[in-house]
Nanobody, 114 residues
């Protein structure tokens, strides 16, 4: 069983940059059978795919976020991270990391507010 856990700040200010980390156990982010993704769900809305980093390090980003998003990985720690810049209140959401949409973290609430 792959287990994932999000961590980072729950409250950030508009115009700042959000940094979240996903810690992975029970599987390796360098294996070829998993893609590792960030998903979010704003209040009252559906799930939104943000981006994916694949086992070989290649990345895909949502076109609507590509100017603001960066996903990276630390293979020595078996972790991958999200950075989202130029935050607005519309970025308020529960943020999830997952593996091929099969294994999910519990999610972390992020509120963008002054």
């Amino acid at each position: 069983q792959v287990q994932l856990q999000e961590s980072g700040p729950g409250l950030v200010k508009p115009s700042q940059t959000l940094s979240l980390t996903c810690a992975v156990s029970g599987g390796s982010i360098t294996k070829n059978y998993f893609g590792w993704s960030w998903i979010r769900q704003p209040p009252g809305k559906g799930l939104e795919w943000m981006g994916t980093i694949h086992y070989d390090g290649k990345m895909d980003y949502s076109p609507s976020l590509k100017s603001r998003i960066s996903i990276s990985r630390d293979t020595s720690k078996n972790q991958f991270s999200l950075q989202l810049s130029s935050l607005t209140p519309e970025d308020t959401a529960v943020y999830y990391c997952n593996s091929d949409y099969k294994f999910w973290g519990q999610g972390i609430q992020v509120t963008v507010s002054s």
